[in-house]
DNA sequence: CCGGCGTTGGC
DNA sequence: CCAACGCCG
């Protein structure tokens, strides 16, 4: 009898917790090979510091799986066929987590596999309820949060897979020889950035952290990013470190304002990837079509803006604190991100995609779904669209945010001496701006109202 | 068909 | 209080 080999495929999802559908591979095999693909397209071209948190994730993996994964950088299309045609025959192919992510690779995936004649098992999904499950009811989609939010509690979701900490054999990744290691890839920028430990054993450490110290006054806090009450679990679920069922289940019966605001942040991710999964388009075009009829800049002049903003040169301390925190920490407050965002979409008038490209290049927890789809939030183009008159002032929101100044002063050196929250209008402080800080690259009440009068061709585009 | 509502606001 | 529109029930 031919020998036979398992190759377990997680798409993206390196949840240890699937441990069980690797072993149970192995065991009806000869050999098992655990697969990770590092799919460039998904990945983006920079990140140094994102590609270490993710191998660092790889390498805990690694030593849970006996030393048998398998990471290979590419598009899937190609790489799983390949890797199945070397593995041998009677391989049996297993994809740990079909997502609203590039379904037509998934697709084509499929066929590559189909056309080889090998058995395709799926398994988990990186959500507590698979994107679309949870239906509205006539059967169709939800566009809008608040019910969807509530179908989804109702439709409820099966108990976590408890198999962390007591059927893991935990091994310090950094001793692990021979495991995944991080290479340099061509066009990385050097990064000394800190970023959370990866892993499994570190995600499950952080979230007991911030059980027992932030999350009584997360519902208070959380929108204040000098505080920092967030609870960091954004990469860890991101590359499946922890599962949202796992977070949910802990949350148990807990009550209170706080655990419901947590226990609705994980519902705005499931609804994201539910958008994301019923309209694939959305992650690169606008999900509202007359948004495709607003006036926007895209000449050199437009990609000289991009370049100050992603450069945290804009000269709105409070925006400049944010995309500078991005850089180093490969992370931004969620607060920020939608004040950078409306600043570049509502003063710069360039389009959303751009600044959505940026956030998936530099943070280690860009998901596709919620980072595309909170930025058609923010441009209004989105499921539950934001009023259109609705645009943040960078000023406004830093007093309100930052009150006392703290986080710019933490991000943008050039205004360490400036006390309080007269660090947000540099150009009000009676010696002038501090040296090396630039001046506003725009008038923010001229762009509001520049912004206004651009959305009367999408209003107009509506009409009948 | 209609009234109410919508994560995150501004002036 | 503004201004505003599609989705929801």
């Not at 805990?60 to 066929?81: F, H, K, M, Q, S």
């Not at 645009?391 to 006392?404: A, H």
């Not at 009000?428 to 800080?437: A, F, Q, T, V």
């Amino acid at each position: 009898m031919a020998s036979s080999t398992a190759v377990v495929w997680f798409r993206r999802d390196l949840r240890v917790a699937d441990q069980p559908t690797f072993l149970a591979a192995a065991d009806a095999a000869d050999r098992a090979l655990a697969l990770f693909v590092l799919d460039p397209a998904l990945l983006g071209p920079s990140g140094a510091a994102r590609t270490n948190f993710l191998y660092g994730c790889l390498r805990e993996l690694d030593a849970a799986l006996g030393g048998n994964l398998l990471v290979v950088r590419g598009d899937p299309a190609e790489v799983v066929p390949q890797v199945a045609t070397a593995a041998g025959a009677g391989t049996v192919h297993i994809a740990a987590d079909f997502g609203p992510y590039g379904l037509e690779r998934d697709e084509r995936v499929e066929k590559a596999l189909a056309d080889a004649g090998a058995e395709l098992i799926r398994t988990g999904s990186p959500y507590a309820v698979a994107p679309g499950r949870v239906e509205k009811g006539e059967g169709g989609p939800f566009k809008v949060f608040t019910p969807f939010s509530r179908a989804w509690a109702d439709h409820g979701w099966r108990a976590p897979a408890r198999t962390s900490a007591s059927s893991c054999s935990w091994v310090d990744p950094s001793t692990v020889d021979g495991g995944p290691r991080a290479v340099p890839v061509p066009g990385d920028e050097p990064c000394d950035s800190t970023l959370p430990e990866p892993g499994e054993r570190a995600a499950v450490q952080r979230w007991s952290d911030f059980l027992d110290e932030g999350l009584h006054d997360y519902e208070g806090d959380r929108d204040l990013p000098a505080k920092h009450d967030t609870s960091g679990m954004s990469p860890y679920l991101k590359y499946g470190c922890v599962h949202p069922r796992t977070l949910l289940a802990d949350l148990g019966e807990r009550r209170g304002d706080s655990v419901r605001a947590f226990r609705t942040e994980i519902a705005w991710r499931e609804f994201y990837a539910d958008v994301l999964y019923r309209r694939p388009d959305s992650a690169r075009r606008n999900y509202d079509t007359a948004f495709d009829h607003l006036p926007l800049r895209t000449d050199s002049d437009a990609y000289a803006d991009l370049d100050r903003w992603t450069q945290g040169r804009t000269g709105f301390p409070i925006v400049d604190a944010g995309m500078r925190q991005l850089r180093a920490e490969a992370w931004m407050h969620n607060r920020l991100r939608m004040v950078v965002a409306s600043f570049l979409v509502k003063d710069l008038h360039l389009p959303w995609w751009w600044g959505a490209r940026h956030f998936m290049q530099y943070l280690v927890d860009g998901d596709l779904a919620s980072n595309q789809h909170g930025w058609q939030w923010t441009a209004g183009s989105g499921t539950d669209a934001s009023p259109y008159f609705r645009i943040f002032n960078p000023i406004t929101q830093g007093e309100r945010f930052d009150p006392d100044g703290d986080y710019v002063r933490r991000w943008v050196p050039e205004l360490a001496d400036v006390p309080g929250k007269a660090v947000h209008q540099p150009w009000k402080l009676r010696d002038g701006i501090p040296e090396g800080y630039p001046e506003p690259m725009v008038d923010h009440r001229t762009e509001r109202r520049e912004s206004l009068d651009r959305y009367e061709a999408v209003k107009a585009a509506r009409r009948p």
